[in-house]
């Protein structure tokens, strides 16, 4: 599964290791609790930058 994450620097895309983890919604929280537990739930696939910020307001509209 891959997961797309838009950040005010752009777009990052991610791919998920471990789908189980994220099963229960309630517990979502804690498996990004850190940087290391993050880490062993998905992995940084992709990151597309934004070049300015008149390109990053484009995108929110």
């Known amino acids: 599964m891959l997961v797309l994450f838009e950040t ?6 991610f791919k ?3 789908e189980g983890k994220l099963a229960n919604v309630d517990d ?7 940087s290391d537990k993050a880490s062993q739930v998905v992995k940084l696939k ?3 930058a ?4 008149t ?3 484009a995108d929110v509209i």
């Open 8 to 13: 005010a620097a752009g777009h990052a895309l």
């Open 16 to 18: 998920v290791q471990d």
């Open 28 to 34: 979502i929280h804690k498996h990004f609790a850190s």
């Open 46 to 48: 992709a990151f597309n």
């Open 50 to 53: 934004f070049k300015d910020t």
């Open 55 to 57: 390109e990053a307001v």
